[in-house]
């Protein structure tokens, strides 16, 4: 069993910053990727940014440049530092783990950024 908690949505203005953290707990061992996906209202949920358990990232190309997802292996965490936010980035946001084919995820953050 994998157990995702995130923290730090909120609300913030266009051009803003926020940090977005991941805790992951349960049998997380041999993982495969921890990521971060999205949903805006009224559409389907979305790629934001993933690493691997070797480190490599990827981005969605609507966040490249802006977003940059960290590990801490030590702490079990995978964190999301989003800069030059965009009224577009609203959406709930979740952790993501992928792990022996399967998926894993959070509850959910709501992220709103007003213009």
């Known amino acids: 069993q994998v157990q995702l908690v995130e923290s730090g949505g909120g609300l913030v203005q266009a051009g803003g910053s926020l940090r977005l953290s991941c805790v992951a707990s349960?049998?997380?061992?041999?993982?495969?990727?921890m990521g971060w996906y999205r949903q805006p209202p009224g559409k389907q949920r979305e790629l934001v940014a993933t690493?691997?358990?070797?480190?490599?990232?990827n981005y969605a190309d609507s966040v490249k440049g802006r977003f940059t997802i960290a590990r801490d292996n030590a702490k079990n965490t995978v964190d999301l530092q989003m800069n030059s936010l965009k009224p577009e980035d609203t959406a709930v946001y979740y952790c993501?783990?992928?792990?022996?084919?399967?998926?894993?995820w959070g509850q959910g953050t709501q992220v709103t950024v007003s213009s």
């Open positions: 993501n783990l992928v792990r022996v084919g399967r998926w894993y």
């Open positions: 349960g049998s997380i061992f041999s993982f495969n990727s």
């Open positions: 690493i691997t358990s070797g480190g490599s990232t």
